[in-house]
């Protein structure tokens, strides 16, 4: 419950803040992916509003913010994640912010794949 209502909060404070602290909207994440079975991890890049795979996971970004260059590096995106073994009807099994200087604030909870923003671009 407290981190569904952190998640409410962020997303209706950071695109504010987004504008009043110097953050700069992006059309690109870059993200890291491990799959945990097989220690494999990867690199990949998400555009804003098109469905890409990573394994069973079908990852839509729909906003990612960067600070700008002339400060201290940090990204923020908002993702929805869907599982394809999850039961129909189920929806996402993950949606809001992934932060890239503080991944433990929110996270993908999922027993194979694990996901982290690294950049927006």
């Known amino acids: 419950m407290r981190r569904l209502f952190l998640a409410a909060l962020l997303a209706l404070v950071l695109p ?3 504008q009043a602290q110097g953050w700069v909207e992006r059309r690109t994440a870059e ?3 491990l799959d945990k079975v097989t220690a494999r991890i990867s690199v990949i890049r998400a555009t804003l509003g098109e469905p890409m795979q ?3 996971l079908t990852i839509t970004l729909r906003a990612c913010h960067a600070r700008p260059p ?3 590096p940090d990204a923020a995106a908002w993702l929805e994640i869907t599982d394809s073994l999850s039961p129909p009807n189920s929806g996402p099994i993950f949606r809001g912010w992934l932060f890239a200087a ?4 929110n996270m993908l909870e999922h027993p194979v794949y694990d996901l982290r923003v690294l950049s927006c671009r």
């Open 31 to 33: 993200l890291q992916a």
């Open 70 to 72: 002339d400060e201290v």
């Open 102 to 105: 503080t991944p433990a604030v």
């Open 54 to 56: 990573f394994g069973t």
């Open 16 to 18: 504010t803040l987004a």
